[in-house]
Antibody, heavy 125, light 107 residues
Framework: QLQLRESGPGLVKPSETLSLTCNVS??????????WGWIRQPPGKGLEWIGN???????NYSPSLKSRLTMSVDTSKNQFSLKLTSVTAADTAVYYC?????????????????WGQGILVTVSS | SSELTQPPSVSVSPGQTARITCSGD??????AYWYQQKSSQAPVVVIY???KRPSEIPERFSGSRSGTMATLTISGAQVDDEADYYC??????????FGSGTRVSVL
């Protein structure tokens, strides 16, 4: 059974880089035809799509975060990662990694239906 | 980038029908999906491809889309349906967007 688990520092200083990793178990990243994604949710606010990455390292980023965002994949460790530079308090959120199972895809459009538990990252000095 | 707008809150009594709207230009061409999120747990898909329901989701959940608006309907809402609901779609093949979210209260 596919399991996703986010890891990384829970506290990041303003202007620094937020780095998170999603560790995947129960499935091989390199055998997945679906993308792997990141979503975040500021405390008390709504969900925001951050971006997706395929095992080939092809990425798609949210236009609002694109200038600060880098996603990468490490198939040897079966994990994928996110780096967000120049963070501010507005980047404080629970960050989820997730992947579609494919059960609910319509053509190339897929909702995420496998989610990690989420990790709270606070940006504060 | 595209936006999907939802009402912040909907309140109904148990047994009544709750309707949550989601509006955005992208819905004129793209399917709508709906998530339910309880108490900051990971979201769960309750409707996909506008109106299809996963097998584990109760029949009281239904969805529709017309023009630039999608609607999630909970017929005979129950206290257990209290949650935040988010619509979701794509503005092109590669970029995705969540709606602003609606808090449903059943009381």
């Amino acid at each position: 059974q596919l399991q996703l688990r986010e890891s990384g520092p829970g506290l990041v200083k303003p202007s620094e880089t937020l780095s998170l990793t999603c560790n995947v178990s129960g499935a091989s990243i390199s055998r997945s035809s679906y993308f792997w994604g990141w979503i975040r949710q500021p405390p008390g606010k709504g969900l925001e799509w951050i971006g997706n990455i395929y095992y080939t390292a092809v990425t798609n980023y949210s236009p609002s975060l694109k200038s600060r965002l880098t996603m990468s994949v490490d198939t040897s460790k079966n994990q994928f990662s996110l780096k967000l530079t120049s963070v501010t308090a507005a980047d404080t959120a629970v960050y989820y990694c997730a992947r579609p199972t494919g059960a609910y895809c319509t053509g190339a459009i897929c909702p995420f239906d496998n989610w990690g538990q989420g990790i709270l990252v606070t940006v504060s000095s | 980038s595209s936006e999907l707008t939802q009402p912040p809150s909907v309140s109904v009594s148990p047994g009544q029908t709750a309707r949550i709207t989601c509006s955005g230009d992208t819905l004129a061409k793209k399917y709508a999906y709906w998530y339910q999120q309880k108490s900051s747990q990971a979201p769960v898909v309750v409707i996909y491809e506008d109106s299809k329901r996963p097998s584990e989701i109760p029949e009281r959940f239904s969805g529709s889309r017309s023009g630039t608006m999608a609607t999630l309907t909970i017929s005979g809402a129950q206290v257990d349906d209290e949650a935040d609901y988010y619509c979701y779609s794509s503005d092109n093949i590669h970029n995705y967007v969540f709606g602003s979210g609606t808090r449903v209260s059943v009381l």
